[in-house]
């Protein structure tokens, strides 16, 4: 009975995985097939004589290199801003659980902020945008990023650090650091996996984000990679569905390289106690 519920788990698991596997599999194969075939019916999954080409082509005629280092500035400049707010917001709903009212509430009320679609808050946050002047520019950019992913790192962070005992902070108190002090060499080396998940989680957020750099950002220059790739068409030299997908892979192709590589830090802060709620 157990090996059937088992191979029952996995096939479902399998059915999954090609559900969420299958679109990103078909956009590869577009971006390597000639443009006959990518007009041929039927279809084919796999390209008959793969173009490589295809990615070279789409970065010698297309900006898309200034796109994805866009992207990288603005997702390094948003995951340090964000850690650096998270990470005294969760050591203190960690650690100063006694003399804080409903800090369950509060913590589950955090988590809540990060279910607020950009779609809802994208008019206001233009509105108030324009006013300020931060239209087409990084730091207005960067603020909104941090805003986006720190409500999730808070918890996520919050959680970690409850595993990580007490009596590490109180040795380091006893011995003349100041709170500030214990958090920094003692708390935040002990909760480096933790660290470097809320990283990575934050990283993956903020280079997905597509509504409102969209909105925010009208000048191709400084556009990020989610939004670089929808502009591609209107680019110069010859821009068809092949290259779109190929575009498209190399938008993606960062992030699956690292959760390829840093998948062991994630799965460790998960099972260390960062979904505990």
């Known amino acids: 009975m157990r090996?059937?519920?088992?191979?029952?788990?996995?096939?479902?698991?399998?059915?999954?995985?090609?559900?969420f596997a299958f679109p990103l599999v078909w956009v590869a194969s577009l971006s390597l097939?000639?443009?006959?075939?990518?007009?041929?019916s039927p279809p084919s999954l796999l390209p008959q004589d793969p173009q490589w080409a295809n990615y070279a082509h789409v970065l010698e005629t297309t900006p898309i290199g200034r796109y994805l280092l866009n992207s990288v500035i603005l997702v390094a400049a948003g995951v340090v801003?964000?850690?650096?707010?998270?990470?005294?917001?969760?050591?203190?709903?960690?650690?100063?659980r006694g003399r804080m009212r409903g800090p369950r509430a509060f913590t589950r009320a955090v988590l809540a902020a990060q279910l607020l679609s950009p779609l809802i808050i994208a008019v206001p946050v233009y509105r108030v945008f324009v006013t300020l002047g931060l239209i087409n520019d990084y730091v207005g950019l960067v603020l909104v990023y941090i805003a986006v992913t720190a409500p999730f790192l808070t918890w996520f962070?919050?959680?970690?650090?409850?595993?990580?005992?007490?009596?590490?902070d109180e040795a380091g108190r006893v011995d003349g650091c100041s709170r500030l002090r214990?958090?920094?060499?003692?708390?935040?080396?002990?909760?480096?996996?933790?660290?470097?998940?809320?990283?990575?989680?934050?990283?993956v957020t903020t280079w997905s984000q597509f509504v409102l750099p969209f909105i925010l950002v009208d000048s191709p220059d400084l556009a990020p990679v989610s939004v670089g790739v929808v502009n591609l068409q209107s680019?110069?030299?010859?821009?068809?569905?092949?290259?779109?997908?190929?575009?498209?892979?190399?938008?993606?192709?960062?992030?699956?390289?690292?959760?390829?590589?840093?998948?062991?830090?994630?799965?460790?802060?998960?099972?260390?106690?960062?979904v505990k709620t």
């Not at 090996?3 to 559900?19: I, P, S």
């Not at 097939?33 to 041929?40: A, C, D, Y």
């Open 182 to 203: 214990a958090l920094v060499l003692l708390v935040l080396p002990a909760a480096k996996p933790g660290l470097v998940s809320a990283g990575i989680v934050a990283g």
């Open 81 to 96: 801003g964000a850690l650096l707010l998270s990470v005294p917001a969760a050591y203190a709903l960690s650690r100063f």
């Open 157 to 168: 962070l919050k959680n970690y650090l409850d595993t990580i005992p007490t009596e590490l």
């Open 235 to 274: 680019t110069s030299g010859e821009i068809t569905t092949q290259y779109l997908a190929a575009g498209c892979m190399l938008a993606v192709a960062p992030v699956i390289v690292v959760f390829a590589f840093l998948q062991r830090h994630i799965v460790g802060a998960l099972t260390a106690g960062a």
């Open 33 to 40: 097939k000639t443009g006959p075939e990518v007009l041929r």
């Open 3 to 19: 090996r059937r519920t088992d191979a029952a788990y996995y096939a479902a698991m399998l059915g999954l995985v090609a559900v």
